[in-house]
T-cell receptor, first 114, second 117 residues
Framework: AQSVTQPDIHITVSEGASLELRCNYSYGATPYLFWYVQSPGQGLQLLLK??????LVQGIKGFEAEFKRSQSSFNLRKPSVHWSDAAEYFC????????????FGKGTTLSVSS | EPEVTQTPSHQVTQMGQEVILRCVPI?????FYWYRQILGQKVEFLVS????????KSEIFDDQFSVERPDGSNFTLKIRSTKLEDSAMYFCASSEGVSGGTTDTQYFGPGTRLTVL
């Protein structure tokens, strides 16, 4: 079955500390992987995406993610968290063809403490 | 930067009533989508739409749902007879519809929170 698992429901990180949000997926075809962020009252904003090539991808706001096929993972990282990063983060997997459904994880809520 | 917009931001309706949720996709995009997120649950795919036809739909998208592109800019989701369990955040998305060696990325709107009483 196709699925995305985000094992951490809620994470609290101190401002300036590093962050890693975990994502594992199960997908029958070649996976195309995405991280979206949702701030309160906002829509889902694309942080970064992976479909081929270099397994370390860079995104907006200083985020990066690493695709590890052997572990079926696509973890999101940031070296130094800012208070404005507090939000909900969603990992998603989809197919190559346009119109294909994205399958989302349940999301991880990030809180940033000062 | 172009973005997907949705109206209204919040809709309250009585059970059994019809509701129409509206979306304006990014102007040069060819594919349109609806997703929903019941409180505390995952974002779930409902339907994708291309060239005035449904491209793909999920099991959730049953006969009480319909989609339409009534004009050149709007994309709507109609729920014919709302149920309590339809209460959710509904997200519209659009994508360019690229082919070849690149991914087709979906861009999401801010959502409409539907509350069914």
């Amino acid at each position: 079955a196709q699925s995305v698992t985000q094992p951490d429901i809620h994470i609290t990180v101190s401002e300036g500390a590093s962050l890693e949000l975990r994502c594992n997926y199960s997908y029958g075809a070649t996976p195309y992987l995405f991280w979206y962020v949702q701030s309160p009252g906002q829509g889902l904003q694309l942080l970064l995406k992976y479909f081929s090539g270099d397994t370390l991808v860079q995104g907006i706001k200083g985020f990066e993610a690493e695709f590890k096929r052997s572990q079926s993972s696509f973890n999101l990282r940031k070296p130094s968290v800012h208070w404005s990063d507090a939000a909900e983060y969603f990992c998603a997997v989809g197919g190559r063809q346009a119109g294909t459904a994205l399958i989302f994880g349940k999301g991880t809520t990030l809180s940033v403490s000062s | 930067e172009p973005e997907v917009t949705q109206t209204p931001s919040h809709q309250v309706t009585q059970m059994g009533q019809e509701v129409i949720l509206r979306c304006v996709p990014i102007s040069n995009h060819l594919y349109f989508y609806w997703y929903r997120q019941i409180l505390g649950q995952k974002v779930e795919f409902l339907v994708s739409f291309y060239n005035n036809e449904i491209s793909e739909k999920s099991e959730i998208f049953d006969d009480q749902f319909s989609v339409e592109r009534p004009d050149g800019s709007n994309f709507t989701l109609k729920i014919r007879s709302t149920k309590l369990e339809d209460s959710a955040m509904y997200f519209c998305a659009s994508s360019e519809g690229v082919s070849g060696g690149t991914t087709d990325t979906q861009y999401f709107g801010p959502g409409t929170r539907l509350t069914v009483l």
